[in-house]
Every structure is written in C-alpha cells, then in structure tokens.
C-alpha cells in the first residue's frame, strides 16, 4: 500500500494570531458576550431560510448561537487555528443532528470560495482587526457568499484614533484554584489603534504565569463602511440605529 498524504490546498499560510488569547478568551468574555450576540443577532438569524454564515467565528459564539434559533445551515469561518480548535471542541459536544448543519472553513471569507450560501451574514467583533487591504477583499467575498437580498449585520470598527489611553478590565474568573484575568490596553499609533492585551492566572501564593498578545486595528467611520459596501451592491437596512453596529442588504440585480 502506498502511504497517502493529505495536503491543505494552497492558500495563505497559517498564522498564530490569538494563539495566546485563545486560551483566555472564553473564560475572560463567554458570558457577556453570549448574551449580547443573542441579543444583536438571534431575531436576524431565526429568520434565515438559506444559511447564515458567521464571519470570524473565532470561538463560535454567533455560530452556536445561530445554531440554537435558525434552522438553516451555518457557515463558520475562521482562519486562526487557536481559535477554530475552541470551535471544533464546542462543535464536538453538539448532538449530531445540529452539528450536520455547520460547515467550517478554516480561511479567511476571501479565500473561502463561498458562493451564495447564505442569506444571513454576521460579522462581529472582527472588521475592526483587518487591515484596509484585507476589508477590501472581504466585501466582494461577503457579496459572493450572500443571494441576492440577503442581509450583512456588522459590528463596525472604532470610528476614531483614542485620544489617549483606553483601559478596560475584563472581570476576573475563578477557576478550581486559580483566578484568571485580563485587561486591554488601546493607544493610537499613527493611523492604526495599539491593542496590548495582558492576561494572568493567580494562585494562593500569586501570579502563576502572565502572557500578552498584541493586536493592531485600523478605525473607520460608518460612512466609509458604507461606501466601501455601496460599491458591491450593498445598502442600509433601515430600522437599525445602533450607531456601533450596521445593518445591510445585497441588492438583487435588475
Ligand atoms: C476578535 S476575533 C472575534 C471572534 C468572534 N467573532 C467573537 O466575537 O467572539 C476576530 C476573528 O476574525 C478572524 N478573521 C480575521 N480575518 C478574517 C477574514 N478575512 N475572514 C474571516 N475571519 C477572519 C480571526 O481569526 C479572529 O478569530
């Protein structure tokens, strides 16, 4: 017998991005960020009939959720292997039934090569860490991957440079013996926004072990996301004013 290799097809090489956030990312921001993803998106993606494809799975929290209050077919894409490993082990414990409904790719959309598979897209907590370069690839791939008609919920990025440091202290948890923690630190550096994320696990006797990771986001205003998307067929959904989020349809051609 011969041996048989499997190869990735070739697309980008893999990064480690969140290769250290992955392991604190669940137990740091799971249970504020389950209920505010319900809440943003559940009414959307219940009413999906096609698919919804969550853009930047990261650990699965929209993707579980739309597998709870859709019955369509989701799509979970997400390129980091740290972060799909938390996903792959959620999906895992799933009964096989709602697990035969998610499809994941491990690419960015891009590279992903989906072609009307939804008609519910979400994008949260993600078009913020992407480069210009990249969000110009990734509206023509959301275009491609929605029907005509189908609808873009998004989380949009900062508006604005910081005008000077943000803090923001994630609350800590206990695990058996041991308390986690976190904060995030954003500073504006020329055109992009710093993010210094810190981590730590305590024990009775003090830090056990600290860790970092670093991330760059590029800020954007609503108006210019929504001229990037009008120039692939995208409008505003009207009766959605939360000024950090934004609602769009795919027109369908005429
Ligand atoms: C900050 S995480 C957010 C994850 C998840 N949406 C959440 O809120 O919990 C952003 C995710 O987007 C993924 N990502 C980055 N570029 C992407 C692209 N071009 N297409 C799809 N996902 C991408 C990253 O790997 C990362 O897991």
């Known amino acids: 017998m011969r041996p048989v290799t499997a190869r990735a097809p070739a697309h980008r090489p893999q990064t480690d991005s969140y290769a250290v ?23 959307e993606v219940a009413k999906a009939r096609i698919g919804v494809l969550d853009i930047g799975a990261g650990t699965g929290r929209v993707t579980l959720m739309s597998l709870a209050e859709s019955q369509a077919d989701v799509h979970a894409v997400e390129p980091a292997r740290a972060m799909r490993t938390s ?77 000077r440091n943000v803090l923001r202290v994630l609350p800590e948890q206990r695990v058996g013996e041991h308390v986690y923690g976190g904060r995030i630190v954003m500073s504006a550096a020329g055109n992009r926004i710093r993010t210094r994320v810190d981590y730590w696990v305590r024990g009775v006797e003090g830090v056990l072990r600290e860790h970092t990771e670093r991330f760059w986001m590029w800020p954007a205003s609503r108006t210019q996301v929504i001229d990037d998307l009008a120039r692939h067929g995208f409008v505003p959904l009207p009766g959605h004013d939360d000024p950090a989020f934004l609602a769009v349809t795919l027109r369908a051609p005429w």
């Open 87 to 163: 996903l792959m082990t959620r999906l895992a414990a799933l009964p096989a039934r709602q697990r035969e409904r998610v499809t994941v790719h491990p690419h960015a959309l891009d590279e992903a090569a989906l072609y009307a598979v939804a008609d519910v897209a979400v994008c949260h907590n993600t078009v913020a860490c992407l480069p210009p370069s990249a969000r110009l690839a990734l509206w023509p791939a959301i275009g491609a991957a929605l029907v005509p008609g189908g609808s873009l919920f998004l989380e949009l990025p900062p508006a604005r440079l910081p005008a």
């Open 21 to 43: 956030t992955a392991e604190f990312y669940d137990i740091l921001q799971a249970d504020e960020d389950e209920a505010r993803v319900r809440h943003l998106y559940g009414r």
